[in-house]
């Protein structure tokens, strides 16, 4: 599986919001579950959200739970992460990633592919 982050980053101020979007090669997508991770300078990668291979499930962090949304088009191949309400604390990049367990996952270290990341930037 390939993963190509589609775009959607970029510099947003407060308040604002963004779409990342991850399209992914391979099949079958529906059995792969997706998370989107986000690095900080200086901080380790952390968890943001996933969601199950046919989207049935999903998990947030604290930290972005009611102001991301995740989603997916198994048609496209493609997930999404809705961020609303961008706080400068959610200034990272931002990593797609697939892992060939259909379940919900949270941990990095479960994910067996991952996509470039995509720079996100909230201003204050």
């Known amino acids: 599986v390939q993963l190509q982050a589609c775009g959607g980053g970029g510099l947003v101020q407060a308040g604002g919001c963004l779409r990342l979007s991850c399209a992914a090669s391979g099949r079958p997508f529906s059995s792969y579950a997706m998370g989107w991770f986000r690095q900080a300078p200086g901080k380790e990668r952390e968890f943001v959200a996933a969601i199950s291979g046919r989207g049935g499930s999903t998990d947030y962090a604290d930290s972005v739970k009611g102001r991301f949304t995740i989603s997916r088009d198994n048609a496209k191949n493609t997930v999404y992460l809705q961020m609303n309400s961008l706080k400068p604390e959610d200034t990272a990049v931002y990593y797609c990633?697939?892992?060939?367990?259909?379940?919900?996952?949270?941990?990095?270290?479960?994910?067996?592919?991952w996509g470039q990341g995509t720079q996100v930037t909230v201003s204050s």
């Open positions: 990633a697939a892992t060939r367990d259909s379940r919900v996952v949270t941990f990095g270290y479960e994910y067996d592919y």
